[in-house]
């Protein structure tokens, strides 16, 4: 078989990835069409689980209120309404957005032969082990017991403080949920952790994914391409798939400072520290996976380097031969010669390998998704800034 026929046939056999579409949730909407086999139907999922999660709480609160008035009534609970109305849509349609962007991620790896034909079956098993865990209904029913556990947990111990608010009141030295309280601990509250803890999962089997494919398979990486990663950069801007993750993200930790901010009456610059560190935190957590190529990158540079310097080597010696040393009846033939300009194609090639990066994302690909972070945050400069002013700040940052 001739080795065009053999790509073909390569690309026929390697699996249809997604890192969504899959487990008992995503098999439940399809059933109740909320979803189609390729997350049709987006907006009627937004609406359905929005509406599910926000609305009997305002329903509940409007005609349930405590008697005597709150301290927080239901309009006024910023990180509720943010929560609820900007994250988790935003992370429902994440789910759309990395379908359709990593599922090609995967072909990335097999059409420009980074992953040689006969390792192919040993890609294709990483991949199906990591479409395995995704179908896994152990591991979503163990999200649901982490939720209804340890979420439930962190959930009391925020409200134990004792304020009156919408969802409980403080009565003889213990909280009593109202109605709107008990949608929001046992529905609300639920489907928001659950939606997030299914993407943290997701991550992990990504990542899981990257280091099988990185420590298993030997990949065929090209010190020389011009992307400076080995022709693995199409990685680094695949991470952009998860940017709406760290937008809501973002639009959580805003809700939290926005809370504390405007009724608490705390300083926006005490959360400086705060809001770098969980930028910093979720970078790592959607770069950090693309690492584990790093020891290949670093085998193929210093391997391109020391063939390109052997090549250099042996080109410059011939050229001064030819030009400088035995120069003598050449000197009308070097200003029209491709000598010169091949030579100068040897240098930029070296210098492409010399810049070969040991990570497959760059600058831009950090600061596109820093800013995807941190774009919630923005509006609280609002509290301490006018609008013009704070566009000019902006402005004096970026440029």
Do not use: C
């Not at 999962?201 to 400076?228: E, G, N, Y």
């Amino acid at each position: 078989m001739s080795q065009p026929a053999i790509r073909v046939a390569v690309l026929q056999q390697a699996p249809d990835f997604s890192l969504v579409t899959g487990g008992p949730l995503f098999q439940l909407f399809r059933k109740t069409h909320l979803s189609g086999d390729h997350l049709q139907l987006l907006y009627r999922r937004i609406i359905v689980i929005t509406a599910t999660a926000w609305l009997p709480l305002f329903l509940l609160s409007t005609l349930q209120a405590p008697e005597g008035g709150v301290v927080l009534p239901f309009g006024h609970d910023i990180e509720t309404h943010v929560r609820l109305l900007v994250a988790l849509p935003v992370l429902i349609l994440a789910e759309l957005i990395v379908h359709l962007r990593l599922r090609s991620v995967m072909q990335g790896f097999i059409t420009p032969n980074i992953v040689a034909p006969e390792e192919v079956p040993k890609f294709n098993a990483a991949i199906d082990s990591a479409m395995r865990l995704r179908n896994s209904i152990v591991l979503e029913v163990g999200l649901l017991v982490l939720v209804f556990s340890v979420g439930q947990w962190f959930w009391w111990k925020e409200i134990a403080l004792g304020t009156s608010s919408w969802y409980a009141v403080p009565e003889r030295g213990h909280i009593t949920l109202t109605a709107a309280g008990y949608w929001n601990a046992f529905v609300s509250v639920p489907i928001f952790q659950f939606i997030l803890a299914r993407w943290y999962l997701r991550l992990l089997i990504w990542t899981r994914l990257l280091w099988q494919i990185s420590r298993r398979l030997h990949l065929h990486l090209i010190a020389a391409h011009p992307d400076r990663a080995g022709g693995l950069s199409f990685l680094g801007r695949s991470s952009y798939a998860f940017s709406p993750i760290l937008f809501a993200q973002g639009s959580v930790l805003a809700g939290v400072i926005a809370s504390r901010v405007v009724y608490a009456g705390e300083n926006l610059l005490t959360f400086k520290v705060l809001a770098v560190g969980f930028i910093a935190v979720y970078l790592i957590f959607v770069l950090g996976p693309l690492t584990l190529f790093t020891p290949q990158l670093t085998r193929a540079k210093r391997e391109g380097l020391a063939r390109y310097a052997l090549l250099a080597n042996q080109y410059v010696k011939a050229f001064e031969t030819k030009w400088v040393k035995e120069a003598a009846g050449h000197e009308g033939e070097l200003l029209g010669s491709g000598d010169i300009q091949s030579l100068a194609d040897m240098g930029n090639s070296f210098n492409v390998v010399r810049e070969m990066r040991p990570i497959p994302f760059n600058v831009q690909d950090i600061t596109r998704l820093a800013a995807a972070t941190a774009a919630p945050l923005l509006p609280l400069g609002l509290t301490m800034f006018s609008l013009e002013e704070l566009i000019t700040r902006l402005i004096k940052v970026l440029f």
